[in-house]
């Protein structure tokens, strides 16, 4: 009996085979999407900066990171944030020219100077996708938390103040200006809790940031002023989370009107009371001495050196001695304006987040930066790369 299939037609078989295969292997080895530029502004003060910390343990480096493995992009990051920032105003310049170190407390650049700094290192402010930011605490001045004299009614207002309008105008203007970027902006932390250790050196710690706000106030005792410092601190938590809360959902409504797609989120860090300062689980950096040497120093005004446990502390101690150096024809007035600037430089990381502190802000903000990756991001052409 012949066979039905010709040669012919056994040729035509054979080619739509090999066809199908080639296309198979093509289909099978045909390269992915290269990741595409991911371009990330950090602005704000030390926490945000992170201070004490090697870079590779900052919450924007976490942060940083894992972006890069989940979200297959190749991130840029341009970081603002420095040691002291205070949120200031649109247009205004520091009263001289600053050698900038990160660890070292100014005032400027302001948060506002940030922005414009960013925008003039990136050139193109549109290419920004993401912008972490936070700030308001130096507006209201950090030591207030570890003096006893105040009260939470007092930093209660300051929270609303400093970190309500101040922070919308500010919220207002980074969503202005990186048009296609999302925004979060991170909370604070008490500093002192029922779980801060109660040892003779806090104790007498305590009693040096002591200040009266008026001759009529009489003077704690031990507990009164670790029960004062200790309402102070979660006053200013919730305080400051209610007034950033608020500010993020005011600047939100503005962008909804505009029509805009951009969204600003707030993370908030969940301290507890045995992350406080000096508490058994701290996450904040603390002193490195036996408490003979903790006492030395505080009752020889700091002649007495008093190392902290942070990562950097050898490097920041240099930069401080380069930043604060003896000028000449020094004054005794400016000589010991000049200490004093050296010791808080020197313990400048006390009370700052540890790596497991900055872990706890980089899970925060992960948190809020994964609901807006299930959303989309603005930006999703390939973009040129922020300036390093």
């Known amino acids: 009996m012949k066979s039905s299939s010709s040669p012919k037609f056994q040729v035509t078989i054979l080619a739509v085979v090999i066809f199908a295969v080639a296309a198979g292997i093509q289909a099978q080895t045909a390269p992915t999407a290269p990741p595409r530029d991911f371009n990330l502004v950090v602005l704000g003060d030390s926490i945000l900066w992170g201070q004490g910390l090697k870079t590779e343990h900052k919450s924007w480096f976490l942060v940083k990171n894992w972006l890069a493995e989940n979200q297959h992009v190749i991130v840029r ?26 660890e070292i407390n100014s005032a400027w650049p302001t948060l506002h100077d940030q922005i414009d700094d960013a925008v003039r290192a990136i050139g193109d402010p549109s290419q920004v996708d993401l912008v972490l930011v936070d700030g308001c605490i130096n507006d209201v001045n950090a030591r207030r938390f570890l003096n006893a004299g105040n009260s939470s009614q007092v930093i209660e207002a300051l929270a609303r103040e400093k970190c309500g309008a101040p922070v919308e105008d500010l919220l207002a203007r980074i969503a202005t200006t990186f048009s296609n970027a ?54 200013w938590y919730e305080a400051s989370n209610r007034a950033l809360t608020a500010a993020v959902a ?44 903790e006492m030395l120093a505080l009752f020889t005004f700091g002649k007495v050196s008093l190392p902290t446990n942070d990562e950097v502390s050898s490097r920041r101690w240099s930069m ?58 603005l930006r999703n052409a390939p973009a040129a790369a922020v300036a390093q």
């Open 250 to 293: 005011k600047t939100n409504e503005q962008l909804n009107a505009g029509g805009s797609r951009q969204r600003v989120s707030f993370a908030r860090i969940p301290f507890k009371p045995e992350h406080a300062f000096a508490a058994r689980e701290s996450r904040l950096w603390g002193f490195d001495a036996t408490t003979i040497r």
């Open 182 to 235: 999302h925004i979060v902006l991170t909370g604070y932390y008490p500093i002192i809790s029922e779980n801060t250790s109660r040892d003779l050196f806090m104790r007498a710690l305590a009693k040096r940031f002591y200040a009266a706000l008026s001759p009529e106030q009489r003077r704690p005792s031990d507990k009164e002023m670790f029960e004062r410092l200790t309402a102070i601190s979660n006053t």
């Open 320 to 377: 401080c001695q380069d930043f604060f150096r003896k000028q000449r024809d020094e004054t005794d007035a400016q000589k010991r304006t000049r200490k004093d600037n050296l010791l808080v430089c020197r313990l400048a990381s006390i009370a700052h987040p540890n790596r497991k502190g900055a872990v706890m802000y980089a899970d925060a903000i992960k948190e809020q930066v994964q609901n807006l990756v299930t959303a989309g991001w």
């Open 77 to 102: 990051e341009r970081i603002e944030a420095h040691a002291g920032a205070v949120i200031g105003s649109a247009g205004t310049a520091p009263p001289r020219s600053l050698m900038l170190y990160g």
